[in-house]
């Protein structure tokens, strides 16, 4: 199974354990995402990120050059706790 096949099944199955109510506020802020243009800004597979310094889950600054020293990496971003 291909991970695009892995996502959508995830997505099925999440979607139907959610009140409908809560599927369509997920869906208005897809859409809304999507009419924004924000697909043709984000970075291909492949592209380069540009270099950038944020603070981590403890608050300390890292930047990216810094990360990429030790050797390739998968970024991440936590939104936090809801």
Excluded: C
Excluded at 7 to 31: M, Y
Excluded at 33 to 57: D, H
């Amino acid at each position: 199974m291909s991970l695009q096949e892995r996502l959508a099944a995830h997505k099925t199955r999440s979607s139907a354990n959610r009140p409908p109510e809560i599927r369509a506020v997920l869906q208005r802020g897809t859409d809304e995402l999507r009419a924004s243009g924000i697909l043709e800004r984000v970075l291909k597979a492949g592209a380069r990120a540009p270099q950038f310094e944020l603070p981590n889950q403890r608050g300390v600054k890292v930047s990216l050059a810094d990360l990429l020293q030790r050797g390739p990496l998968v970024l991440t971003f936590y939104r936090g706790h809801w």
